[in-house]
């Protein structure tokens, strides 16, 4: 058995400076010393997803990634929501995991971040269910009005938001460590 549970956490926006980038570095204090927590930084460098290229040996920045999220014991996914859906880079991650069922009964919690977000959100948990991800409604959160409640090291600053993040993580948390 891992000494620690490994969280690892994966954000819709690659863009440089991203708020969604900030909140996950955020959540780091909400994890505490309990859990491992990995923030993956490589969806950008994942190649468009083509069945062709996903046979007996996958691209190498696949396989790695599937390899990271094969250790984790849970996932925190944090997006933006773009032109009323699921960021293109992030929907792209999630194709690579169709044939390889990496987030098979994996726990994730999905936060939503964005001005409106709503449609985003359904869809990215319709994009889980239909991976056999382990997402409950007590692990999904919608920030609407994303912008307007952090602070600029992408903390959120309005209570009801830290209450609902942490509650969050503690309920993914408590999951996690009581699975050994
Ligand atoms: C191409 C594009 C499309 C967007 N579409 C939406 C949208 O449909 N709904 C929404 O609420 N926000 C939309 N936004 C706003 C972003 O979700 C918002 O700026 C978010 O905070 C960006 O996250 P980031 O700072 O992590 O990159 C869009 C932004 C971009 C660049």
Known sequence: ????????ALSG????????QRTLNSLQKHIST??????????????HF??????????????SFRSLLDQADGVVICTPEY?????????????WLVSSATLYEKPVAV???????????????????MLQAHVP?????????????????GEYVREEVVESLQKLLDSLKGHITSNS
């Open 1 to 8: 058995m891992k000494a620690n549970k490994v969280i690892v």
């Open 13 to 20: 926006s690659i863009r440089e400076n991203s708020s969604t």
């Open 34 to 47: 309990e859990c491992e927590y990995i923030i993956y930084n490589g969806l950008h460098k994942l190649p």
């Open 50 to 63: 083509n069945p062709d290229l996903d046979g007996e040996t996958p691209p190498s920045d696949v396989q």
């Open 83 to 95: 032109i009323k859906g699921v960021p293109g880079v992030l929907k792209n991650a999630l194709e």
């Open 111 to 129: 936060i939503t971040s964005s001005g409106g977000g709503e449609h985003a959100h359904q869809a990215l948990q319709l994009n889980l269910s």
């Open 137 to 153: 409604n007590e692990w999904t959160l919608l920030i609407s009005g994303a912008n307007s409640k952090q602070n600029e090291n």
